[in-house]
């Protein structure tokens, strides 16, 4: 079973288009949706345990330029 997580991204002015389109590129993400609001995008990534997801977000997701902050929200369902 693999892990779930909803990532809202908050990303430096004018770099959206350019951070959906690197998220995009990752296999492990499911789906990169640019929203209105306090973030500019909310991804779904899957992975295939917690360790993983920590790396996947740490040692790729954070080195994307133009991505400010990010909040990370694992899905609880079973």
Known sequence: ???????????????TSDVVQAL???S???RVDPVTGPYDIVA???AKDL????????EKLHQIPGI???????SVSA
């Open 28 to 30: 492990e993400m499911k």
């Open 1 to 15: 079973m693999s892990t779930r997580a909803y990532i809202l991204i908050e990303t430096v002015v004018g770099r």
């Open 68 to 74: 400010a902050k990010t909040v990370s929200c694992l």
């Open 24 to 26: 995009s590129a990752m």
């Open 44 to 46: 779904i990534v899957e």
């Open 51 to 58: 360790p993983a997801l920590g790396d996947l977000i740490s």
